[in-house]
């Protein structure tokens, strides 16, 4: 008997519904194989034909010695994991006549069996979800352990099961299963903005919490430079805190990477939080940026309407650094293989920070910089001229003077604070750009309309013209101040760039200047 069940692979962020056809039939003789997995299953798969057995044989129900050939259509896509334990289990059952078969055609089915028929939690739950609502499924049935993130897609049931026999019993329908519900705004507006990280906890840094406000407000990448303990990581720690709170759509994209990667919470739901991920500098090119044999979101997928944040930036690898220049570029990572080929979202916001030299003092105000001659530009020359094209804000973070740590923290602006201003700039940002669909914040903007958005009047560009042959900025620094001085702009709310803009987004180009390393 041929007996169909469905379920579905993940691809990248996506999915692809697959058949799980099963043919029950025909003798086998004595000590031959009964069992055929066919359709370029993986080890994992594989190995599931064990876990299969035992669950059924443990629920009381019997595993019989026919010929049995399972096919996992579409055959020429690779399956992986163990997911398809639960639709495999019940398409035996089904045609062998132990269960109706009726209710199988109406539910994707996924979940991972223990050899007691109990379920564990799988990944991706959440693109399969979607993928389920997309082909007019009634519904899903996952781990209960999954059930929360897979009722975050509305429209569908979500039947939850802890075990083999429960779903045994709901196909059957000797069992009434409750779909799971998820109030979705709910859930997003309890988490919102959570964050015990505050800027009121920082002492003095005035003009770093400035520079790393436009930052938030523009979506710019940043570099921070300067001597150990001068707070460089505590404010970029901070800066998820005032960038303006995620979207339901950029939550819903946000929480697909996770459950694609497997770091959801236990309890599952929506991801209302902006990322900040701070990877170690010893990381690979692969961890950062994804890939793998079986090909899964890097670091800077995890960040995707997040923060990235590289500690000690020039202490990470060369070519780990070198692979981030055009997901940067392109706000996406293509990931090639020879079967497959997959595409993540990668749009973040660079956040670096760095020491000016080895020994970490120049131009430190008291203490005095060991370097050799030539070491300061060596130090710095470990990161690439085309990766400092793409960061926007240059700034140099001194040490707090021991007055100013000493004094209470009354009247400090919270992130709160910063954040409302933050978002009034995003709102201009908005409406300006609402008719763009590759543009959302002035980061985005390329150079070919540049002109477009940030225009200068003549006295403005005197200005430019001034500071880039006395202060020997390079030419690339040209565009990324326009970019600045739009969102300063935008911050104090005209239109129009004026001359000040000008001159504070000039003020982050520090790197540029062909003297500052001496």
């Not at 359709?39 to 059924?56: C, F, T």
């Not at 609502?133 to 993130?149: C, F, H, T, W």
């Not at 099961?161 to 009434?176: M, T």
């Not at 240059?394 to 100013?404: A, I, L």
């Amino acid at each position: 008997m041929l007996v169909k069940s469905y379920s579905a692979a993940v691809q990248g962020v996506d999915s692809r519904t697959i058949t799980v056809e099963v043919n029950a039939g025909g003798t086998v003789a004595a000590g031959k194989l009964n069992y055929f997995l066919v359709g370029l299953p993986d080890n994992a798969v594989k190995e599931g034909y064990q876990r299969i057995e035992a669950a059924i044989k443990n629920i009381g129900l019997e595993f019989p010695r026919l010929k049995l050939v399972v096919n996992l259509a579409p055959a020429d896509l690779r399956k992986e994991g163990s997911a398809y334990d639960l639709p495999i289990a019940l398409a035996i059952l089904a045609a062998t006549r132990q269960i109706d078969e009726s209710k199988l055609k109406d539910y994707l089915i996924l979940g991972e069996l223990s050899l007691d028929g109990s379920l564990r939690p799988v990944r991706g739950v959440l693109p399969i979800a979607i993928q389920a609502r997309k082909e007019k499924y009634k519904g899903i049935i996952v781990p209960s352990a999954n059930a929360l993130e897979a009722a975050i897609v509305q429209q569908i049931d979500v039947i939850g099961v802890d075990h083999l026999q429960d779903a045994v019993a709901f196909i059957q329908g000797e069992k009434e299963i409750a779909p799971v519900r998820f109030d979705t705004r709910e859930e997003f507006n309890f988490q919102l903005c959570k964050n015990d990280r505050d800027f009121c906890d920082v002492r003095g840094q005035e003009n770093i919490k400035r520079a790393l406000e436009i930052a938030a407000a523009g979506g710019h990448n940043v570099i921070l430079i300067g001597p150990p303990g001068a707070g460089k990581t505590m404010l970029a720690q901070r800066l998820p805190g005032i960038l303006p709170p995620l979207t339901i759509n950029e939550a819903l994209e946000t929480t697909k990477i996770h459950s694609v990667a497997g770091i959801l919470p236990s309890k599952g739901g929506l991801v209302s939080i902006r990322p900040f991920r701070s990877p170690h500098h010893t990381v690979s090119d692969v961890a950062l940026v994804g890939g793998g044999s079986n090909p899964s979101p890097g670091e800077i997928s995890l960040a995707h309407n997040g923060v990235l944040f590289l500690d000690e930036l020039p202490e990470f690898k060369r070519t780990v650094l070198e692979v981030l220049r055009q997901p940067m570029e392109e706000r996406k990572v293509t990931i090639s293989r020879a079967r497959v080929s997959v595409d993540y979202p990668s749009s973040f916001m660079l956040i670096a920070s760095m020491n000016p030299c080895p020994c970490g003092f120049h131009n430190h105000p008291e203490k005095e910089c060991v370097c050799g001659p030539g070491v300061v530009k060596k130090y710095l020359s470990r990161i690439s001229g085309p990766l400092l094209d793409r960061i926007d804000l240059h700034v140099e973070v001194t040490p707090v003077s021991s007055d100013e740590l000493l004094q209470r923290s009354q009247g400090q602006e919270t992130s709160a604070d910063i954040r409302e201003r933050v978002m009034r700039a995003r709102e201009l940002q908005r409406l300006r750009y609402e008719q763009l669909q590759d543009i959302h914040s002035n980061a985005m903007i390329g150079s070919n309309r540049i002109h477009e958005f940030c225009e200068v009047s003549s006295a403005g560009m005197t200005l430019l013209k001034t500071a880039m042959n006395k202060l020997q900025l390079s030419a690339r620094a040209y565009d990324r101040i326009l970019k600045v001085a739009r969102t300063i702009a935008d911050l104090a709310g005209t239109e129009d760039i004026r001359i000040e803009h000008l001159a504070e987004a000039i003020h982050y180009r520090s790197l540029d200047r062909e003297g500052w390393a001496g």
